[in-house]
Each structure stands twice: as C-alpha cells, then as structure tokens.
T-cell receptor, first 112, second 113 residues
C-alpha cells in the first residue's frame, strides 16, 4: 500500500525552464511534507518542506505547493539547472511520529 | 557544518553472517532514524530512537536490532543475513523538538553474497 505516490518515474526538461515534480498521498493524517534530492551513492539531501496548514512555501528557486483537498503536492524548480539532475523523493509524516513515508522517486534530467 | 556520519560505507557479508552498522548523528541531535532502500525502491523506515529509547518501529525484521547510546550514536545489528538484506541503509538525525527536517547520512551499502 503506497501511501505516497510519485507517478512519474522520470522527467526531462531544458535548462532554464521550469521543472514540476508531482506527488500524491492517501493518508489524511499526514501533516508535514518534505522533498529530498538524491544523487547516486549519497544520502537524500533535504530541499524544502511544507506544513499542512500552508499551501505554499518558497525557498529560492524551489517552491512547494500543497493542495490538501486533492491530497496533492508539487515541487517547482525555476529556473532548472543541469546540477538539479538527480532523483527527487517526496516524503510525508503524521504529527505523532517523525518516521518518513517516501514516494518512489522521480528522476529529473535537466539538459543544457 | 558537521553532517551525519555512517560507517562503514560499504560492507560485504556472506549469508548467515552478522553485520553492525554505525551512525553518528549531527551534534546536539537527539533523534535517530534508520531506513532501508532496496534496489530501485524508495527508502523504508526501520526504527527510530529518541534520547536512547526506541520511539517508533517500522518493518524491521526480528533478526535486526538497534540501540542508541549515551553519546547519541546508534548501531543497527543484523544477524542471520539473507540475500534480500542487500540494500542501502540510511541513518537520519534530527532534534526531536523540530523533527520535521531529517538530515541523512551517506548510507552504508550492504551486499550479502
């Protein structure tokens, strides 16, 4: 039972354009959502997060949008850079535990 | 800035052997999480500790045990290793008071032959 789903295994965009990575969840008890970036042979690196009481959080080139009614969140990267090429994981946890439930990941390729 | 340290980075074991993975959290972090990532899969939560006590448990086999020590480092002990235990094992740390952002170590790649 995949509670956090990233339905696009891969995404390819041109440098300078916007990258949009999507994530859906099923557990209404989730109240905190995070995006991690992962390079091969490295641990996940925290990117940005959002609480369920907000619908948007922005940090530099990264913006996360949360639509609670649709149980959907997205990560926007503008402008995309070749160094952004990596696997992006969406993760979530409910308020009473810090254990993260991860999506399957989306491999982003930013072409020069 | 200091990050989460995991050792060893790579480990090769035979079936039925034992393995011990170590995690040193970021200084002042009191909470440690262990995750297992199989080939082509997303990380799966195994177990977590807060102030040296087990705080949560996920899909961790009975053959595995873990603990957190007084200096907050943690060890994951794995016995009777099976081929299916081959995976990347990540440790993450955070401050319980703000446990929303977990900081991950580089992982230990365990290969069971």
């Amino acid at each position: 039972d995949q509670q956090v789903k990233q339905n696009s295994p891969s995404l390819s965009v041109q440098e300078g354009r916007i990258s949009i990575l999507n994530c859906d969840y099923t557990n209404s008890m989730f109240d905190y959502f995070l995006w991690y970036k992962k390079y091969p042979a490295e641990g996940p690196t925290f990117l940005i997060s959002i609480s369920s009481i907000k619908d948007k959080n922005e940090d530099g080139r990264f913006t996360v949008f949360l639509n609670k009614s649709a149980k959907h969140l997205s990560l926007h990267i503008v402008p995309s850079q070749p160094g952004d090429s990596a696997v992006y994981f969406c993760a979530a946890h409910p308020s009473n535990t810090g254990k993260l439930i991860f999506g399957q990941g989306t491999t982003l390729q930013v072409k020069p | 800035a200091a990050g989460v340290i995991q050792s060893p980075r790579h480990l090769i074991k035979e079936k039925r052997e034992t393995a011990t993975l170590k995690c040193y959290p970021i200084p002042r972090h009191d909470t440690v999480y262990w995750y297992q990532q199989g080939p082509g899969q997303d990380p799966q939560f195994l177990i977590s500790f807060y102030e040296k006590m087990q705080s949560d448990k996920g899909s961790i086999p009975d053959r595995f045990s873990a603990q957190q020590f007084s200096d907050y480092h943690s060890e994951l002990n794995m016995s009777s290793l099976e081929l299916g235990d081959s995976a990347l094992y990540f440790c993450a740390s955070t401050l319980r008071a703000s446990y929303n952002e977990q900081f991950f170590g580089p992982g230990t790649r365990l290969t069971v032959l």
